[in-house]
Structure formats: structure tokens, C-alpha cells
């Protein structure tokens, strides 16, 4: 069994005495990042060369060679550390080649319009012309007759020039050390020179035997962050396809917006599906949520808002970018809430995995089985539906024990009974009449009498599909 890894951002902070000193250096580096990246632009011929041979080719044109050569195009800037120039370097090397690469895209996909276009013009010029006097068009004529958007395709949504060259600074083994025991050296360059300072910081426990990579420093506001990349080795990094193969039992799992967040189940080697588990908590996250928006509601109502003027409030206001959304902090800490309950509930799904002994995780793919259009309420926003944030969240720490999470069309899954196949109607009491098109109903009943939750329903149901198409096809 190969051996493989998984590799986590940790985001710890920083506590520090001078937070100039963090801000005076990345506004170094970000020049330094601009002066490299006017550079390349001068030159697009070289983005055929590998990064790291690029990397090469542009430090030879701006530092002082060994024999003394002085360089094409000196850099303007005194004493910049080795690594700190090159993390520069790299990052203005990421950021035209993913400039270039979105306006070649565009310029290919605008292409294909065009001659798209012309085909349909050509063929209407042909089919109601016959007469070959008339048929003599002009080159300017013919131009007249394309639609808008050929004749002014150069300038629909071309990508732009990056408005700001900025990114958070990546920092290389020269440019930090000590890193152990809750504290860390930093270099950090004060207005004047360069001065190694030792930083001690917060942050939840790394894991033993793993492997701590190049961090990033993230200023935010008076918030300084640092990003760190965590490498660990994971023992089973066989395939879905090769677990399949041998036969390893599985957990299906339904995403609800109801009280149950998740709902589990253990498909067995035979294909019966057992151990049901409920994973409760989406009470607690509506109450939360409940709180934070009427904040935001009052907020709204203080001696400085004008009383003819508008202001969206509630679920209207999460349309608003957030830079300029009124209450700010409050639907920012709805957002880290909702990021709580998504992370809280994809563990519990991960060590239930692991208790069951399953190596598969089966959850339900969401991006093309839901109608966004006509379900709002699975729409993107920091309000939304937070299956998508658990299913994302379950397939990173699945990978990082050990298993494999991945996702199935639910098909028929919250409309047919597991037992029989046959359509369901659902209620929430008993005292309701069971239909078919009851929203949120969160028990169920089939025609032969079969009834039970709605969730676990769905759960087995994606299970015995993922069977029926894999497993039983692998038998």
C-alpha cells in the first residue's frame, strides 16, 4: 500500500510590538513585486521558460554579476535579502502568467464568437440573395451587417491589468528561523535596515511527525496572520476506483437544512445499510444567525442614519459587497459561524467513518443536482445553504486520515422510499397530511406503509445507488 500526503493551511497569529515594521515590509516587497512584473512585461517571450529557469533569468538582468558585470537593469532598491527578492520574484511571476493565460483564454474564446458570427451572416447573405447582381456585398457592406458584438468584441470582457500589484509575503527558510516552542524569528525590515525579531504566537497545536513549509504573513488591519502550510503523510492513499474494487464498506451521507445538518449511514459489503447516525446542530446555527441579523436591523436605526434614506438590512443586504455593507462585523460573524458548524459537523462525519471502519465517504453532488435559479436559498452567499461548506470541508480531512471522500448524484434519493422504490409523501407531525411537494418535511410515508425520517431516507438512498453502480457492476 503506497504511501501518500495531505498538505493543510494552519492560520495562526501573530503577536507583535510593531506593526509598521510588518507594513513598511510588505510595502517593500510589493515594490519590489512591481518592479519585477513591469519587467516580464517587457519581455512575454520568456514566459517559455520553466519558473524556476524564468526566476533565473531575471535576477541575472538586475543584480551585479560575479565578475563584476553591472547589471542591464539594476534593481532600485538597497540590501534586499536574497530569499525576499526571489519570493518577489515568484510572485510576479504567478501573477502575469495567470494574467496572460485569462487573456489568451479570452482571446480564444472571442475568436470562436467571431467566426461563429460570420457563419450566421454569411449563410443569411447567401439564402436570401440568390440574384447575382445583388450578390456582389461590399466588404464594407457585409461589415455593416455583424452584429454589435463582433464589431466591438476587442473590448467585451477583456481581462484587465492588475489594478493593484500586491500579495501577502512569502517568507523562505533565509528569512525566518527558530520556529518552535510558540514563537518565531522573523526579518523584517524597520524604515531603516533589516532586523531579525522574535515573535511569539497563537494558534491551535501543529501535528506531531508533520511537516511545517514556507509560511505566509497576512496583514489584516491590525491583525497580523501567519499562513502555514502543514505536510503530512498519509498511509492509504489508495484510489476510490481500487477500494471499490476491493470490496470496502462505505458511509453515505444526506445534507439537510433542517435540525439533522448531516445524516450518516454505513453501507455494508453486502449492501445493507446500517448504523444510522444524526448529526444535530442546525437549530442552534438558525438561532445564531437569527441574533446576528436583528443586530444588524437595529444597527441600522442609530441617530446617524438618514431617515429618507433606505438602507438594506437582513438577507437584502448580503447582495452588498462586503466592503461596503452596513453592520460589516456582524455578517462577518455570520459568515464564521456558519464556517464553524460546516467544520464541527465534517469532523463528526470523518470519525464516524473511522469508527464504522469505511474507507469510502459518499456524499451528494450538489452543483448540478439543485436548480439555483429556482431554490434561492442554495445560493452562494455567507448565508447560504451550508451542505456545500460541509461536503467541501469533509473531503480535505477525510484525505488526511486516510479515506477517500467523494460525491454521487442523488438520484430519486429525497423522492422514492429506500425499501420499496416507491414515490414518498413527507410531513413533520402527525397531525399534517403527508404530500409529495411538503418542503422541509422532515418524516416521510410510502404507499406500503413504510415511514421514517426523510434524511436517512435520502441517505440510504444515495448509498444503494453508489452500490448498485459500482459495487455491484465491480461483482
Same mark, same amino acid.
Given at each position: 500500500m503506497s504511501a501518500g500526503y495531505a498538505i493543510t493551511t494552519y492560520k495562526i497569529q501573530l503577536n507583535y510590538k510593531h506593526l509598521d515594521w510588518f507594513k513598511q515590509t510588505q510595502s517593500l516587497f510589493d515594490a519590489v513585486l512591481a518592479f519585477y512584473y513591469k519587467l516580464l512585461e517587457k519581455q512575454p517571450e520568456a514566459l517559455s521558460l520553466s519558473n524556476q529557469n524564468l526566476l533565473r533569468h531575471l535576477e541575472l538582468q538586475t543584480i551585479k554579476q560575479r565578475d563584476g558585470t553591472p547589471p542591464e537593469t539594476p534593481l532600485p532598491f538597497e540590501k534586499i535579502p536574497l530569499y525576499f527578492r526571489r519570493a518577489a520574484i515568484n510572485a510576479a511571476i504567478s501573477m502575469y502568467r495567470s494574467y496572460v493565460g485569462?487573456?489568451?483564454? +479570452?482571446? $480564444? /474564446?472571442?475568436? %470562436?464568437?467571431?467566426?461563429?458570427?460570420?457563419?450566421?451572416?454569411?449563410?443569411l447573405g447567401t439564402e436570401s440573395q440568390s440574384d447575382s447582381d445583388i450578390n456582389q456585398i461590399g466588404d464594407a457592406d457585409l461589415y455593416h451587417n455583424y452584429p454589435l458584438s463582433t464589431v466591438n468584441y476587442q473590448l467585451k470582457g477583456r481581462p484587465s491589468r492588475p489594478r493593484?500589484?500586491?500579495?501577502?509575503?512569502?517568507?523562505? %527558510? /533565509?528569512?525566518?528561523?527558530?520556529?518552535?516552542?510558540?514563537?518565531?524569528?522573523?526579518?523584517?525590515?524597520?524604515?531603516?535596515?533589516?532586523? +531579525?525579531?522574535?515573535?511569539?504566537?497563537?494558534?491551535?497545536?501543529?501535528?506531531?511527525?508533520? $511537516?511545517?513549509?514556507?509560511?505566509?504573513?497576512?496583514?489584516?488591519?491590525?491583525?497580523?496572520?501567519?499562513?502555514?502550510?502543514? %505536510?503530512?503523510?498519509? $498511509?492509504?492513499?489508495?484510489?476510490?476506483?481500487?477500494?471499490?474494487?476491493?470490496?470496502?464498506?462505505?458511509?453515505?451521507?444526506?445534507?439537510? /437544512?433542517?435540525?439533522?445538518?448531516?445524516?450518516?449511514?454505513?453501507?455494508?459489503?453486502? /449492501?445493507?445499510?446500517?448504523?444510522?447516525?444524526?448529526?444535530?446542530?442546525?437549530?442552534e446555527l438558525a438561532h445564531r444567525r437569527k441574533l446576528l441579523l436583528g443586530y444588524t436591523k437595529r444597527g441600522n436605526a442609530g441617530k446617524d442614519t438618514p431617515r429618507l434614506i433606505t438602507q438594506p438590512v437582513g438577507n437584502a443586504a448580503l447582495s452588498v459587497p462586503q466592503e461596503h455593507r452596513p453592520n460589516k462585523k456582524y455578517y462577518d460573524k455570520i459568515t464564521r459561524v456558519t464556517d464553524h458548524y460546516a467544520h464541527e459537523v465534517s469532523r463528526k462525519i470523518v470519525d464516524y467513518a473511522l469508527k464504522q471502519g469505511a474507507k469510502l465517504i459518499v456524499l451528494p453532488e450538489l452543483k448540478e443536482s439543485f436548480d439555483q435559479a429556482k431554490k434561492l436559498y442554495l445560493g452562494k452567499t455567507p448565508y447560504d445553504f451550508i451542505g456545500r461548506r460541509i461536503a467541501r470541508y469533509v473531503q480535505y480531512?477525510? +484525505?488526511?486520515?486516510?479515506?477517500?471522500?467523494?460525491?454521487?448524484?442523488?438520484?430519486?434519493?429525497?423522492?422514492?422510499?429506500?425499501?420499496?422504490?416507491?414515490?414518498?409523501?413527507?410531513?413533520?407531525?402527525?397531525?399534517?397530511?403527508?404530500?409529495?411537494?411538503?418542503?422541509?418535511? %422532515?418524516?416521510?410515508?410510502?404507499? $406500503?406503509?413504510?415511514?421514517?425520517?426523510?434524511?436517512?431516507?435520502?441517505?440510504?438512498?444515495?448509498g444503494k445507488g453508489f452500490y448498485e453502480r459500482f459495487y455491484a457492476g465491480a461483482a
Open positions: 485569462k487573456l489568451k483564454a +479570452w482571446q $480564444e /474564446g472571442q475568436e %470562436k464568437e467571431v467566426d461563429s458570427e460570420k457563419l450566421i451572416v454569411d449563410s493593484r500589484l500586491h500579495m501577502s509575503m512569502l517568507y523562505y %527558510k /533565509g528569512m525566518y528561523k527558530d520556529f518552535a516552542d510558540g514563537s518565531i524569528l522573523l526579518k523584517l525590515y524597520t524604515g531603516k535596515t533589516w532586523a +531579525w525579531v522574535k515573535h511569539r504566537y497563537t494558534g491551535r497545536p501543529f501535528p506531531k511527525n508533520a $511537516e511545517l513549509m514556507s509560511p505566509t504573513i497576512v496583514i489584516k488591519k491590525k491583525k497580523v496572520m501567519l499562513h502555514i502550510p502543514v %505536510k503530512e503523510i498519509v $498511509e492509504d492513499s489508495r484510489t476510490a476506483k481500487e477500494r471499490v474494487k476491493q470490496n470496502e464498506k462505505f458511509v453515505a451521507v444526506a445534507l439537510t /437544512g433542517s435540525d439533522s445538518l448531516a445524516v450518516c449511514t454505513t453501507i455494508e459489503a453486502d /449492501g445493507r445499510a446500517t448504523a444510522p447516525y444524526f448529526i444535530k446542530g442546525g437549530k480531512k477525510a +484525505w488526511q486520515q486516510g479515506l477517500v471522500a467523494m460525491t454521487s448524484k442523488p438520484y430519486y434519493a429525497s423522492t422514492r422510499c429506500y425499501h420499496c422504490d416507491a414515490p414518498i409523501a413527507k410531513h413533520n407531525t402527525e397531525y399534517q397530511n403527508p404530500s409529495s411537494n411538503f418542503y422541509g418535511g %422532515k418524516n416521510f410515508v410510502c404507499k $406500503e406503509g413504510h415511514r421514517g425520517s426523510t434524511a436517512l431516507n435520502s441517505a440510504r438512498n444515495l
